[in-house]
């Protein structure tokens, strides 16, 4: 069965640095999609950047891009110049054959002023 | 406006009820999903639908039931077999596909008492 596993549960960092959080995740298939939704304490889901596990060049989105190595099974995203805005629980998610995304249990990610 | 509805933002319920939750959206999407959301758990997948009159168990699906008679229209029922039912529960939709993002709804918060 496919997992995602993010291995920080909470980060905190000033504003207009970097962060980086880190996803991995299991499968056996070759292609397949990755997501990053973003969960704000409004609690509503946003997509930040997606991946298509065929295309070798990494997603950009303004400040967010992803680090994706198909080979490590691991996939994270970069947020350069935080902003207190970018406060909020981040997802990882993985989609593959079937019509359903896996989701791994959550970074909740600290803007400090 | 295109987007996802649920109703209500909040819901109380004493033990023993029933409870349904809504879930509409007006986007044209063939594929609509529930999930929970607990803390530290992330999303878990409850029941989805791909098209009309038909539909899936997802990982969590014991205690609740759904019908999807419209394309519109996603309904999830907690029914009292739900052990532990109090949670945030989000529904999402998306074009049929995996390689399509997920469009989600605002939440419904439930608690059972």
């Known amino acids: 069965a496919q997992t995602v596993t993010q291995s920080q549960p909470e980060m905190s960092v000033q504003e207009a640095e970097t962060v980086t959080l880190s996803c991995t995740y299991d499968t056996s298939e070759s292609n397949y999609y990755l997501f990053w939704y973003k969960q704000p304490p409004s609690r509503q889901m946003i997509l930040v950047i997606r991946?298509?596990?065929?295309?070798?060049q990494n997603a950009t989105e303004n400040r967010f891009s992803v680090n994706f190595q198909k080979a490590a099974k691991s996939f994270s995203l970069k947020i350069s110049d935080s902003q207190l805005g970018d406060t909020a629980m981040y997802f990882c998610?993985?989609?593959?054959?079937?019509?359903?995304?896996?989701f791994g249990k959550g970074t909740r990610l600290h803007i400090l002023p | 406006d295109g987007g996802i509805t649920q109703s209500p933002k909040y819901l109380f319920r004493k033990e023993g009820q029933n409870v349904t939750l809504s879930c509409e959206q007006n986007l044209n999407h063939d594929a609509m999903y529930w999930y929970r959301q607990d803390p530290g758990q992330g999303l878990r997948l409850i029941y989805y639908s791909q098209i009309v009159n038909d539909f899936q168990k997802g990982d969590i699906a014991e205690g609740y039931s759904v019908s999807r008679e419209k394309k519109e229209s996603f309904p999830l029922t907690v029914t009292s077999a739900q052990k532990n039912p109090t949670a945030f529960y989000l529904c999402?939709?998306?074009?049929?596909?995996?390689?399509?993002?997920?469009?989600f709804g605002p939440g419904t918060r439930l608690t059972v008492t």
């Open positions: 998610a993985f989609a593959d054959r079937d019509d359903k995304i896996i």
């Open positions: 991946q298509e596990a065929y295309k070798q």
């Open positions: 999402a939709s998306s074009p049929r596909g995996v390689s399509y993002e997920q469009y």
